[in-house]
């Protein structure tokens, strides 16, 4: 079993930057993949970016490239998704997930735990 505690959500303005944490508990942290996905009101769980068990291999979502940036830090059982150059369209709960699988999928379905999420809005 997994746990997944997201923090580092809130209210920004357009333009700015926040950074999520997810802190991971339960298991060894470095023997699964993690993902960061988000959902917008009304809209799907969307695929934002996922990290290798190592840290070593990150996939984005092609719209987000270069504005966030997701690392990992084993040591203290952390995954951190960096958000820059915020837009009113990034408005959405974000979730961290854990993936126990090595296959890189962007299928929330494939993702065996979930956070609670945070809530991240811009304003303009």
């Known amino acids: 079993q997994v746990q997944l505690v997201e923090s580092g959500g809130g209210l920004v303005q357009a333009g700015g930057s926040l950074r999520l944490s997810c802190a991971a508990s339960?298991?060894?942290?470095?023997?699964?993949?993690m993902g960061w996905f988000r959902q917008a009101p009304g809209k799907e769980r969307d695929f934002v970016a996922r990290?290798?068990?190592?840290?070593?291999?990150?996939n984005y979502a092609g719209s987000l490239k270069g504005r966030f940036t997701i690392s990992r830090d084993n040591a203290k059982n952390t995954v951190y998704l960096q958000m820059n150059s915020l837009k009113p369209e990034d408005t959405a709960v974000y979730y961290c997930a854990a993936d126990l699988e090595v296959v890189v999928t962007t299928n929330p379905g494939a993702y065996d735990y979930w956070g609670q999420g945070t809530q991240v809005t811009v304003s303009s």
């Open positions: 990290i290798s068990r190592s840290g070593g291999t990150t």
């Open positions: 339960g298991r060894t942290f470095s023997s699964y993949a």
